[in-house]
């Protein structure tokens, strides 16, 4: 990414609320309830006058759904890239998620250990960079412009913390993402600045 201006502007979204096709851990993608298509539709009003270009999701389910009830609004299409995903489960596929399989890990992300890896699963440094590889191509494809990004709060929390010269990365940690929450990101030829965090100014 290079001499990217400063107005390339991601608005990078967490998916609406969604329900699952089990209560056990997997990486299916789930699909948006009634409550998180009316989430989305709230975002795309809030979005009305942004002059978004076009919409990026991550691949699961719940991302497009989202990415799709918001792009029909604002009259764009949407692209759908996996590096947006989620992080994966891991060995902890097919269990309850109780305790919490990932926050031993996700602990030592925010405390900016990046090797720590999810067992049988991606370590920060692989999340970031897939996460970091997309949207340097979205910028690289929009620049001077305004696109809206769906993706999903574990790694949004984490990717963005890390990518945004502004930003510390235990940022998140007592910021949890909310349902349709956005972080609006800068692209200049330095990198990534965080101007805002669901909503509150940075």
């Given at each position: ?88 489960v891991?060995?902890a ?8 399989p ?45 696109v ?12 963005l ?42």
């Amino acid at each position: 990414m290079t001499d990217l201006p400063r107005t390339t502007r991601l608005l990078v979204a967490r998916h609406g609320e969604a329900a699952y096709e089990s209560d056990l851990l997997s990486d299916a993608g789930g699909w948006l309830t009634p409550l998180g298509r009316e989430q989305a539709r709230g975002l795309a009003a809030s979005l009305a006058d942004e002059q978004v270009t076009r919409v990026w999701t991550s691949d699961m389910a719940r991302a497009v759904q989202t990415g799709e009830v918001v792009a029909g609004p604002l009259g764009v299409d949407v692209v759908v890239r996996t590096g947006l995903r989620e992080f994966g489960v891991g060995d902890a596929a097919g269990t309850t998620g109780v305790p919490d399989p990932f926050a031993a890990t996700f602990a030592s992300w925010l405390d900016g250990d990046l090797a720590a890896r999810i067992p049988g699963g991606e370590s920060g440094e692989d999340v970031v960079a897939r996460y970091r590889t997309v949207l340097e191509e979205i910028a690289d494809a929009h620049r001077g412009e305004t696109v809206l990004v769906v993706s999903h709060g574990g790694v949004m929390c984490l990717a963005l913390s890390v990518l945004a010269a502004n930003l510390a990365v235990s940022h998140s940690r007592d910021l949890p993402m909310p349902n349709c929450g956005v972080v609006v990101m800068e692209a200049d030829a330095g990198g990534w600045v965080a101007r805002s965090w669901a909503g509150q100014d940075l």
